[in-house]
């Protein structure tokens, strides 16, 4: 069974940066995965932030960024602010399957 | 404004059926894949079904596999999850989500996702 780590939580404070990792339990996660991420807020359906490692849509704040980063996928966020608080989830692609990994909640103190 | 509207969550007993619906507007129904997704309560993410947008590629996850049925109507703009033999376990938001891009891979992701709907599993 395919398994995809998040470190579980994390905190920073407004004005900080901070980088969540994606780990893929088959090995390094490389852009063949197509890595995606989203946030998540407490009663909210998730929010697309970045796809295809580093691609952001429209709406995506320009302080989230993507990237590979020793062997895991990487969500790396500037000048942090407070409304940035939330559940992070990554989504890896598999060869037909797409898995997301547990989450990692951000807090912003 | 490009919108994902889903419907059809309620109670039902184990064993039961329950039939989700998602109606998009504001955009070329046709033309992207669609996804549903669940989340059970206080848990994280997983990927239910996928379909193409012409309805001809489907998938699902083991978990769900014979028992739910994705399918898709382009001419009324709408998503359908239809879930038999429904178990306890599949207690959960489900939300449906667009694709990335228009005539996009379904590896690329998700981009726009609606509210959810909740389906409850029990006796």
């Known amino acids: 069974q395919t398994v995809v780590t998040q470190e579980p939580s994390l905190t920073v404070s407004p004005g900080g940066t901070v980088t969540l990792t994606c780990a893929s339990s088959?090995?390094?996660?490389?852009?063949?995965?197509?890595p995606n991420w989203f946030q998540q807020k407490p009663g909210q359906a998730p929010r697309a932030l970045i796809y295809?490692?580093?691609n952001k849509h429209s709406w995506t704040p320009a302080r989230f960024s993507g990237s590979l980063l020793g062997g895991k996928a990487a969500l790396t966020l500037s000048a942090v602010q407070p409304e940035d608080e939330a559940e992070y989830y990554c989504?890896?692609?598999?060869?037909?399957?797409?898995?997301f990994g547990g989450g990692t909640k951000l807090t912003v103190l | 404004e490009v919108q994902l509207v889903e419907s059809g969550g309620g109670l039902v007993q184990p064993g039961g059926s329950l039939r989700l619906s998602c109606a998009v507007s504001?955009?070329?129904?046709?033309?992207?894949?669609m996804h549903w997704v669940r989340q059970a309560p206080g848990k994280g993410l997983l990927c239910v079904s996928r379909?193409?947008?012409?309805?001809?590629?489907?998938s699902y996850a083991d978990s769900v596999k014979g028992r739910f049925t994705i399918s898709r109507d382009n001419a009324k703009n709408t998503l359908y999850l239809q879930m038999n033999s429904l178990r306890a376990e599949d207690t959960a938001v489900f939300y449906c989500?667009?694709?990335?891009?228009?005539?996009?891979?379904?590896?690329?992701?998700?981009?726009?996702w609606g509210q959810g709907t909740t389906v409850t599993v029990s006796s």
């Open positions: 989504l890896l692609y598999y060869g037909g399957a797409q898995v």
């Open positions: 295809s490692t580093s």
């Open positions: 379909i193409d947008g012409d309805g001809s590629s489907l």
């Open positions: 504001g955009f070329t129904f046709n033309s992207y894949w």
């Open positions: 088959t090995g390094a996660v490389t852009s063949g995965y197509y």
């Open positions: 989500a667009r694709g990335v891009g228009a005539w996009g891979r379904y590896y690329d992701g998700m981009d726009v």
